[in-house]
C-alpha cells in the first residue's frame, strides 16, 4: 500500500456482543479499514442485530475470518500489533501507528487474555479514564483508536469536508454578519 493510503486493520478478539461488532464493522466500512474477526463470536455472522447495527454498509468491507486467536497470532507474528486493554502502560496517542498496524480489541466481557498482553508489554495501550468506571463501551474504544490512527496520518482517502446543499458557507458567513 502506498504512503498516500496506509492501511489500518482492526481486529476483535472472540467478540460477544452484535451490537458492537455491527457499529465496529459501519466505522470501519466508513474509513477503509480492514476487519478481521477471531472466533469463537458470541452470535452468528449473520445475526439480525449484527447486520441492523452495521446497516447497508456490509458490501463496503474487507473482512477476514480467524478460528482462534492463536490462529490470528500465528498468522500476523511479524505485524505491528497494538492490544488496547485497561491494563496498558502507555497511553493510545502517544503511539505513533505505522502503515498496516493491526489495532487490537478483547471480548466485551474479559478483555484481551493477560498471557498475549504479557508478550507484548511495549504495545498494550489504554485509553485514560478516572479510576472506578471499568471501560468504555468497545465500539466507543475501537472509534476513537481508528480516528486517531487516521489523525496521525492525516486522514488519507477520506472526504475532509462536507458540503451543504441549501447554502454555501459564504452565504451562511454573510447571514451571520
Known amino acids: 500500500m502506498s504512503k498516500e493510503n496506509p492501511r489500518l486493520n482492526i481486529v476483535l478478539f472472540e467478540p460477544q456482543i452484535p451490537q458492537n461488532t455491527g457499529n465496529i464493522a459501519r466505522t470501519c466500512a466508513c474509513t477503509g479499514a480492514r476487519l478481521h474477526l477471531v472466533g469463537p463470536m458470541g452470535f452468528s455472522i449473520d445475526d439480525k442485530k449484527l447486520k441492523r447495527a452495521g446497516l447497508d454498509y456490509w458490501h463496503f468491507l474487507d473482512i477476514t475470518y480467524y478460528n482462534s486467536t492463536q490462529e490470528f497470532l500465528e498468522k500476523h507474528k511479524e505485524d505491528h500489533l497494538y492490544f488496547f486493554t485497561t491494563k496498558g502502560r502507555k497511553v493510545y496517542s502517544e503511539q505513533t501507528y505505522p502503515d498496516d498496524s493491526y489495532l487490537i480489541f478483547g471480548r466485551e466481557d474479559a478483555g484481551i487474555d493477560e498471557e498475549i498482553l504479557f508478550h507484548h508489554p511495549d504495545t498494550c495501550l489504554r485509553l485514560p479514564m478516572i479510576g472506578p468506571v471499568r471501560s468504555l463501551n468497545l465500539s466507543n474504544t475501537v472509534a476513537i483508536a481508528v480516528y486517531e490512527t487516521l489523525r496521525q496520518w492525516g486522514f488519507p482517502a477520506l472526504q475532509n469536508e462536507g458540503q451543504l446543499h441549501r447554502l ?10
Open 168 to 177: 454555501s458557507w459564504d452565504q451562511i458567513n454573510q447571514t451571520v454578519e
